[in-house]
C-alpha cells in the first residue's frame, strides 16, 4: 500500500529554492494560452502589495534533490518564465543582487562541492529542455532564434515573450522600487499547498486520476501519458520522440485529428472503437477488452501514419499510388471519414486499389440514398476493417456489407430527385462528365437558376425543391458566381462560357428556356449515367 501524502503550505522561494523539479514525459505540453496568461499575470500583479497570495496546489513525487512534477506543471513553468522575464529586467536596471537572489532562488541551484550549477525547473525531453534553458537565459526580444525550433511548443515562447511585455509595463512608473516589490512578493509571499507523492512508480496513476476528475485533459494527454508511463525508463526517451514525431504530422489540425488517427489506426486491430472508449480501451479499464502495450500501439500508429496522412491529403506524400489517391479525393469531397479503418486495413492486402474503388461505391450509393451516417454502419464499417487485416485479404469482409448497397433503381431515383449538397452534387456531375468514379473535381458547382431566381409565382414552390438538385447543376472555371447570372439569360451570357472542359454546355445552351421540366429531364439523363457508372460491377 503506497504511504499517505505529505501535505505542506510554503512560499513559493522556499519550494524552488529546497530543490529541483522536472516536468516527466507523461505530462501534457505547455498549454497555456494568452487568456490564461494574462489572467496569471493580472492576478499576480494586482497582489504584489498584499501580504500573501495562494497559487494553488502542486503535487509532485520522488526524493529530493530532483522531483518530478504530478500536477501543476503550468503554474510552476509560468512562474518560471516570469521568473525570468524578472530575472533579466533587474539586471537591465543594474541591481545585480536582485538578480542574483532571484536566479539563486528559482532558476539555478549551485552544488556547493562541486560549483555546478543546474536548472530548478527541468523538462525531461533533452531537446525540449536545452531549449528552455536557452529561452530562460535570455532576455525575451534576444530568444527568438530558438523560438522556431520543431521540439519546443511555440507556446511556451509566445508566453515568455507576453509576460516579458506585461512585466516591463508594470516596471515602467518606478522600476527600481517595483523590481524589488515583485521579487519580496514571489519569494516570500507568494504561497503553495504541496503533496508529496512517495512513489514515483505511482506518478501516472496519480497525476491519470487528478486529472480526469479535475480539468480535464484531452484525450491525446491521455494517451501519451499513458504511452509513456507504461514504458521503461531505459526506452522512455526514445518512446518520447518517437510519439513527438508522430503527434507533430498533426500540428496544424490538432490534437483532436491525432487522436481520430489514433482510434482509426487501433481499429484495424480491434474492430469499432467509439471514441469515448479510445482511452479506456487501449489502457485494459473496460474488462472485456485486454489493453493495447505502447510497443504494440507505436507499431501501428508508425505503420499507418505514412498512408493515413495521404489519405487526409492526398496531396501529401506516401506509399499510395495515383488511383488510390484518386480514391481519397472524392471521399474528401463527400466528407467522409469513417471508412478510413478500412482503407488502411485494405492498403496491405492485394488487390488494394480495386477494393478501395469498390468502397467508394458503396459510399457514394450509400449518401445518395441517405443512409450512410448511422453508428450502426460506422460500427460494422469498423469490424470489416478488423476483418480485412486478420484475414489479409478485402473481399469476402466487403462482401459482408453487400446488404447494405441499395437497390439500383433507387439509387437513380434519388440520384435525379434528391437535393444534396454541393460536394456530392459536384462529384457525381464530374464523375458523369468525366466517366469515372475518380474524376479530377476542378471547378465550382452552381445551379443554373437558383432559388432566388425569377421563377413565375405558380412555381416558385416546386422550383425552391427542384433548384437544388443536380439536373440544375452546372460545374464553372469561376470561383464566385457573376453578378446578374441568376437568370437564364444571365446564365447564358455570365456563367455558360466558364464551363469547365467537359461540362456539357453546347446541350445547356441549346435550350430556348431554362425551367423545371428542363430540371427535371436533365436529372434524368444524369441520374441514369451514374446508375451505370457507379454500379459498374
Known amino acids: 500500500m503506497d504511504t499517505p501524502l505529505s501535505a505542506s503550505s510554503t512560499t513559493a522561494g522556499a519550494l524552488f529554492s529546497g530543490g529541483r523539479f522536472n516536468v516527466p514525459e507523461f505530462q501534457r505540453e505547455y498549454a497555456w494560452e494568452s487568456d490564461e496568461i494574462d489572467e496569471f499575470f493580472r492576478d499576480l500583479a494586482g497582489s504584489v502589495s498584499e501580504e500573501s497570495y495562494f497559487l494553488g496546489l502542486i503535487i509532485v513525487t520522488g526524493e529530493k534533490p530532483i522531483l518530478d512534477v504530478v500536477d501543476g506543471q503550468q503554474r510552476i513553468l509560468t512562474l518560471t518564465l516570469l521568473t525570468a522575464a524578472l530575472y533579466h529586467e533587474a539586471l537591465k536596471y543594474e541591481r545585480r543582487a536582485l538578480a542574483d537572489r532571484l536566479q539563486s532562488t528559482f532558476l539555478r541551484s549551485i552544488n556547493f562541492e562541486t560549483d555546478e550549477e543546474n536548472a530548478r525547473v527541468t523538462l525531461s525531453s533533452d531537446g525540449d529542455d536545452a531549449a528552455l534553458q536557452h529561452i530562460l537565459a535570455s532576455p525575451a526580444d534576444r530568444a527568438s532564434e530558438i523560438a522556431s525550433g520543431d521540439t519546443l511548443p511555440s507556446y511556451l515562447f509566445d508566453a515568455y515573450s507576453r509576460l516579458t511585455d506585461k512585466l516591463r509595463d508594470d516596471l515602467q512608473d518606478d522600476p527600481f522600487r517595483r523590481l524589488g516589490a515583485w521579487a519580496e512578493f514571489l519569494t516570500e509571499k507568494l504561497y503553495f499547498a504541496v503533496f508529496i507523492h512517495p512513489s514515483p512508480a505511482s506518478a501516472y496513476r496519480?497525476?491519470?486520476?487528478i486529472n480526469t476528475r479535475g480539468r480535464e485533459l484531452t484525450t491525446a494527454d491521455l494517451?501519451?501519458?499513458?504511452?509513456?508511463?507504461?514504458?521503461?525508463?531505459?526506452?522512455?526517451?526514445d518512446r518520447y520522440e518517437a510519439w513527438q514525431s508522430i503527434s507533430s504530422e498533426f500540428r496544424e489540425e490538432g490534437q483532436a485529428t491525432l487522436v481520430q488517427f489514433i482510434r482509426h489506426a487501433v481499429t484495424v486491430e480491434r474492430g469499432h472503437i467509439a471514441p469515448r472508449d479510445?482511452?479506456?480501451?487501449?489502457?485494459g479499464k473496460r474488462r472485456q477488452e485486454k489493453s493495447m502495450p505502447p510497443a504494440e500501439l507505436m507499431l501501428h500508429l508508425e505503420h499507418h501514419l505514412p498512408l493515413y496522412k495521404q489519405i487526409a491529403d492526398p496531396t501529401a506524400v506516401g506509399p499510395a499510388d495515383d488511383e488510390q489517391l484518386a480514391v481519397f479525393s472524392m471521399l474528401n469531397a463527400l466528407n467522409i471519414i469513417s471508412v478510413r479503418p478500412i482503407l488502411l486495413a485494405m492498403a496491405d492486402t492485394s488487390d488494394a486499389t480495386l477494393g478501395m474503388k469498390r468502397l467508394l461505391q458503396l459510399v457514394m450509393q450509400r449518401i445518395v440514398t441517405g443512409t450512410l451516417g448511422t453508428g450502426n454502419v460506422e460500427r460494422r464499417f469498423g469490424i470489416t476493417a478488423q476483418r480485412i487485416a486478420a484475414e489479409n485479404e478485402w473481399q469476402a469482409a466487403l462482401g459482408a456489407l453487400e446488404d447494405l448497397r441499395p437497390d439500383p433503381a433507387e439509387f437513380q431515383a434519388r440520384v435525379a430527385e434528391r437535393s444534396l449538397n454541393r460536394g456530392v452534387l459536384g462529384a457525381i456531375r464530374s464523375s458523369v462528365l468525366q466517366g469515372t468514379i475518380t474524376p479530377e473535381l476542378e471547378g465550382n458547382v452552381y445551379f443554373i437558376?437558383?432559388?432566388?431566381?425569377?421563377?413565375?409565382?405558380?412555381?416558385e414552390d416546386r422550383a425552391s425543391y427542384w433548384a437544388t438538385t443536380i439536373g440544375n447543376t452546372f460545374i464553372s472555371t469561376e470561383t464566385r458566381r457573376p453578378m446578374g447570372s441568376s437568370t437564364w439569360l444571365g446564365f447564358k451570357r455570365e456563367l455558360l462560357p466558364t464551363a469547365v472542359d467537359g461540362e456539357r454546355a453546347e446541350q445547356i445552351g441549346s435550350e430556348p428556356e431554362w425551367g423545371i421540366e428542363q430540371i427535371i429531364e436533365s436529372g434524368r439523363i444524369l441520374a441514369s449515367d451514374a446508375r451505370e457508372l457507379w454500379y459498374d460491377a
Open 206 to 209: 496519480v497525476f491519470e486520476v
Open 223 to 237: 494517451l501519451k501519458s499513458y504511452v509513456l508511463s507504461q514504458t521503461p525508463p531505459a526506452q522512455r526517451q
Open 278 to 283: 479510445l482511452y479506456d480501451i487501449l489502457t
Open 449 to 459: 437558376r437558383p432559388r432566388n431566381s425569377d421563377w413565375p409565382q405558380d412555381e
